[in-house]
């Protein structure tokens, strides 16, 4: 199957991206996306393809500083961008109101064919006046103030990403990763997006409506496109039911028969694919935030509090409770 073209490589042409880095930059923000880039252009040469994208990264100083101290070497942002794909990270200092003030006037003169916005990239954007009128994702913590802040947007304080039109914004850090796929995915089909994610060693591929706080799962990816979509299914929404008889129906199959080629494709059962993905959902909800147990429990998909400490205590030899007092992020 050929990687599906856009319309700019329809007409033999490399598509140009700009990557913005400024002081205080997230930089995961910047080098996921760029590895997901650069690694469709490896796929599409070695195939004997012509390369997907022509990257740059511009900053506001020549040496810019990340938030975790990692210097990176950019370019001057020079005039602002007009057509292409344009990239803006977030980083701690993003959110701010009265930080970056010369790099959102260079924002607001740009005009890109596409708009990537990652984590709290948005509130850059939004200042800039680049998401008018659009349904845009932050990152969690952040998700709260960007609407506060900016009534003309629309955001949706879950998803990982959100493609609205020109406009590609994602939640926090990781998840630019999963929106990059996205994009090489919408330019050039799923095969190559799905090559890139094994390269990374990565999960493929979080739904955009996926939670934030819906974990990634080191799960088999099937290839059949019916399994894959059950399986896609299934992550976008563990706590549902996903009884084997409706998912069979609806793939117009027996039970068995589809039980044999789920199992076939993944190596598990479906209860057993299903059970994986609401712990890792679990563990990320319980070191991510700080929702009650029994709240944790139904989002998940284990139904109750008791289900959840079992479940633990059987795969993992712990509690739920001591698994959030080791390692929580908060």
């Not at 020079?78 to 959110?95: I, K, M, N, Q």
């Not at 044999?260 to 991510?288: C, D, H, N």
Request: with cysteine; charged share 20%; proline share 4%.
């Amino acid at each position: 199957m050929a990687p599906r073209r856009s319309p700019l490589q329809t007409q033999g042409m490399v598509e140009r991206v700009t990557v913005v880095a400024f002081g205080g930059v997230q930089s995961l923000d910047v080098a996921g996306p760029w590895e997901v880039l650069t690694g469709a252009n490896r796929y599409r040469t070695a195939h004997g393809d012509e390369r997907a994208y022509d990257l740059r990264l511009v900053g506001t100083e020549a040496e810019v500083a990340s938030e975790s101290g990692l210097v990176m070497v950019a370019g001057a942002l020079g005039e602002p961008v007009s057509g292409g794909t344009l990239v803006v990270p977030g980083g701690r200092t993003a959110a701010a109101g009265d930080e970056h003030d010369d790099l959102v006037a260079w924002l607001r003169g740009c005009r890109p064919t596409r708009l990537v916005s990652i984590c709290s990239g948005a509130f850059l954007c939004a200042r800039a006046g680049l998401l008018s009128g659009r349904r845009v994702a932050t990152h969690w913590s952040l998700s709260r103030e960007l609407a506060r802040r900016f009534s003309d947007l629309t955001v949706d304080h879950d998803a990982l990403y959100v493609h609205d039109g020109p406009v590609w914004t994602s939640g926090g850090v990781t998840s630019g990763i999963d929106l990059a796929l996205a994009v090489v995915a919408a330019d050039h089909g799923a095969r190559v997006a799905q090559e890139i994610a094994r390269w990374l060693v990565m999960f493929l591929h979080r739904p955009g409506q996926q939670a934030q706080f819906s974990g990634p799962v080191w799960l088999e990816r099937a290839t059949d496109r019916r399994v894959a979509a059950v399986q896609r299914a299934i992550d976008a929404d563990p706590a549902a039911t996903h009884r084997v008889d409706d998912l069979a129906a609806q793939l117009a199959m027996s039970p068995r028969h589809f039980q044999r080629l789920f199992a076939r494709e993944t190596g598990l059962t479906v209860g057993r694919y299903r059970t994986e993905l609401r712990l890792e959902t679990a563990k990320r909800l319980l070191v991510q935030s700080d929702l009650a147990l029994d709240v944790v429990a139904v989002r998940a998909g284990f139904g109750s509090a008791e289900s959840l400490r079992r479940v633990f205590g059987e795969r993992l030899g712990t509690t739920p409770g001591a698994f959030r007092a080791r390692f929580s992020t908060l």
